[in-house]
T-cell receptor, first 114, second 110 residues
C-alpha cells in the first residue's frame, strides 16, 4: 500500500489564483481529513469527510472547498489564494467506522502565496 | 473551551538518556489521546495512544502516562537516539477530529 499520497509537494501561487491539492489513499479508509500547519504550530482542521459524498467543515474552512466523490480521493480546492493561506497542508485518513483511531498522514503540500 | 497544550517548546536530551515530553489538556470528558512524531518535511506519524480508562501504556521504547486528576499526559522515550529528533505532538480526540497542541521539539545532543 502507498498509504496517503499528496500532490504536489510544493507550489507557489500568486494572490487570487486557484488550485487543487490532491489527496488519495489506498487503504479503504472512510474518514479523511485536511489540515493546515503554520510554522511552529500544531495542525488545524480545515475539512473532513466520513465517507464518499459526505463532507463537513472543520475549525478553519474559510477560503477552501472539498469534495469526496470516491472513497479514495479527497481534493482540497483554493479558489482565490490569499497570503494567509501560505502553509503546509496535510491530508490524513483513518480506518472505517472509528473516527478516533490514529490518523495516517501524507507528507504534505507546501504552499506559498505571494 | 477545549485546548491541548505542551509545557515546553524545545527539549534537549543527551543521547542515551530518557526523554519526557509533557502535555496538558483541558477537556475532562476527553477519552482518547494520541502522541505523534513529526520529522522535518514529513507528516505526523502515530507513536502511541491511550484511552481514559488506562493510566499507562507501553510500546517499544515509549511509554505514555495519563493523569486524569490533573489532566496531564506525558510521553517517555527510553534511551533516546538520534533518530528520535523530531517535533512531538499530543492530540486529544473529540468526536471526528483531533485537537492538537503546538508541539515540542526534541533535540538529541551527541
Amino acid at each position: 500500500n502507498a498509504g496517503v499520497t499528496q500532490t504536489p509537494k510544493f507550489r507557489i501561487l500568486k494572490i487570487g489564483q486557484s488550485m487543487t491539492l490532491q489527496c488519495t489513499q489506498d487503504m479503504n479508509h472512510n474518514y479523511m481529513y485536511w489540515y493546515r500547519q503554520d510554522p511552529g504550530m500544531g495542525l488545524k482542521l480545515i475539512y473532513y469527510s466520513v465517507g464518499a459524498g459526505i463532507t463537513d467543515k472543520g475549525e478553519v474552512p474559510n477560503g477552501y472547498n472539498v469534495s469526496r466523490s470516491t472513497t479514495e480521493d479527497f481534493p482540497l480546492r483554493l479558489e482565490l489564494a490569499a497570503p494567509s493561506q501560505t502553509s503546509v497542508y496535510f491530508c490524513a485518513s483513518t480506518i472505517p467506522g472509528q473516527g478516533n483511531s490514529p490518523l495516517h498522514f501524507g507528507n504534505g503540500t507546501r504552499l506559498t502565496v505571494t | 473551551g477545549e485546548s491541548v497544550g505542551l509545557h515546553l517548546p524545545t527539549l534537549s536530551v543527551q543521547e542515551g538518556d530518557n526523554s519526557i515530553i509533557n502535555c496538558a489538556y483541558s477537556n475532562s470528558a476527553s477519552d482518547y489521546f494520541i502522541w505523534y512524531k513529526q520529522e522535518s518535511g514529513k507528516g505526523p506519524q502515530f507513536i502511541i495512544d491511550i484511552r481514559s480508562n488506562m493510566d499507562k501504556r507501553q510500546g517499544q521504547r515509549v511509554t505514555v502516562l495519563l493523569n486524569k486528576t490533573v489532566k496531564h499526559l506525558s510521553l517517555q522515550i527510553a534511551a533516546t537516539q538520534p533518530g528520535d529528533s523530531a517535533v512531538y505532538f499530543c492530540a486529544e480526540a473529540s468526536v471526528y477530529q483531533l485537537i492538537w497542541g503546538a508541539g515540542t521539539k526534541l533535540i538529541i545532543k551527541p
